[in-house]
């Protein structure tokens, strides 16, 4: 069974880093072909895409927040980790991250989700 689990700061202030790891279990990040995402949820908004990291190790993200983003691993943990820069309060959010079958920036196509964490940006 494949579960997720985020873990990370949920209070940040602006314009610092916001940085959140991702724990795997019942899936490898570099063997099988998937892909492993950050999502987030601001209140009382949608779900946002921020980017993935491809069982190859490549990253791609979501080009409204590619300048002050980076996502890495640690394959011997099993885990996966987002850096978010210059954070400002427009970032707070439930972030979440997911597994899916394919290279996609839809929230939607993802099946395996972690249950998020809120993280607050304020001084």
């Known amino acids: 069974q494949v579960q997720l689990q985020e873990s990370g700061p949920g209070l940040v202030k602006p314009s610092q880093t916001l940085s959140l790891t991702c724990t795997v279990s019942?899936?490898?990040?570099?063997?099988?072909?998937?892909?492993w995402s950050w999502i987030r949820q601001p209140p009382g908004k949608g779900l946002e895409w921020i980017g993935y990291?491809?069982?190859?190790?490549?990253?791609y993200y979501s080009p409204s927040l590619k300048s002050r983003t980076s996502i890495s691993r640690d394959t011997s943990k099993n885990q996966f980790t987002l850096h978010l820069s210059s954070v400002t309060p427009e970032d707070t959010a439930v972030y979440y991250c997911?597994?899916?079958?394919?290279?996609?920036?839809?929230?939607?196509?993802?099946?395996?989700w972690g249950q998020g964490t809120q993280v607050t940006v304020s001084s």
């Open positions: 997911a597994r899916g079958p394919r290279a996609s920036a839809v929230p939607n196509e993802y099946d395996y």
């Open positions: 990291i491809a069982y190859t190790g490549s990253t």
């Open positions: 019942g899936a490898s990040l570099s063997i099988n072909e998937y892909y």
